[in-house]
């Protein structure tokens, strides 16, 4: 019993160990995502932190402030969610699909 119990540590560690490294490497990753036709793109890492956002000069106009706005929170939201995406399909394959609460 004892034996059973330390090898389920172990490869509780190696898969904690697994996962940190994972989220190390997606958080040097890009993902983007455009809005207005690609007007304004939003550029975020793994982690969903915005890095840069895009805008083409024709999208900056100063009478629809509001539409840029919206576009921007648009590109952004998307960018984030598709971030979150890929750390979920990162994550399931370390844990075999396993859905542990806390890991995403």
Excluded: F
Excluded at 40 to 61: H, Q, S, T, Y
Excluded at 62 to 67: H, S
């Amino acid at each position: 019993m004892k034996g059973g119990m330390g090898n389920l540590m172990k490869q509780a560690q190696k898969m904690q160990a697994e996962m940190l490294r994972m989220q190390e490497e997606l958080g040097a990753r890009e993902v983007s995502a455009a809005a207005g036709g690609g007007m304004v793109e939003a550029i975020v890492n793994g982690k969903g932190e915005l890095l840069r956002l895009k805008l083409e000069p024709e999208v900056v106009d100063p009478e629809d402030i509001e539409m840029l706005s919206d576009l921007v929170v648009a590109a952004v939201a998307e960018a984030q969610r598709r971030a979150q995406e890929m750390m979920q399909q990162e994550m399931s394959k370390l844990t075999g699909g396993m859905n542990i609460p806390g890991l995403t």
